[in-house]
């Protein structure tokens, strides 16, 4: 704190031993004692509110930054989100236009398909007139309530 040498210190010693005399020099002494480790206490609990200051400070400037740093890092994931959507939505998108173009010229020829299937559906569900003969006509079997008997 206070540069002084031990000769310096001797010096006041014995100024003050003069002044005050010998009976009062240890009570001053023991107070000014006193009052300098109030002193030197005072001093460092200023010393430490100032760093814990510094350190407070210190930690919102690092908040912020967090906080800076996680917003920019949400909004690039929405934008790589949305970039995303767009390049996978237009390959999709083109699929069904290829989709739609295929069966759109293949819908003439699927309708004239399905006219011939259903003609010839109708055709072979009817017999012709010439090739019908009565079915034989089957005896109904009886059955009786009686168990059967076995042999």
Do not use: C, W
Not at 28 to 39: C, F
Not at 95 to 111: G, N, T
Request: aromatic share 4%; charged share 30%; proline share 7%.
């Amino acid at each position: 704190m206070f540069d002084i040498s031990f000769t310096e210190l001797m010096l006041i010693g014995v100024v003050a031993l003069v002044v005050i005399g010998p009976e009062r020099l240890p009570k001053v002494a023991k107070t000014v004692g006193h009052l300098l480790g109030r002193a030197q206490r005072y001093v460092s609990d200023v010393k430490g509110d100032i760093q814990r200051e510094v350190e407070l400070d210190e930690l919102r400037k690092m908040k912020e930054e967090m906080e800076t740093a996680a917003r920019s890092m949400q909004t690039s994931m929405q934008q790589t989100e949305s970039s995303l959507r767009k390049e996978l939505q237009s390959p999709v998108d083109d699929i069904k236009s290829e989709v739609d173009e295929f069966k759109s010229d293949f819908e003439p020829q699927m309708s004239s398909i399905d006219k011939q299937v259903s003609n010839q559906a109708q055709l072979s569900e009817a017999p012709p007139a010439a090739q019908t003969s009565p079915a034989p006509v089957a005896e109904p079997s009886v059955k009786s309530d009686a168990p059967e008997a076995k042999p």
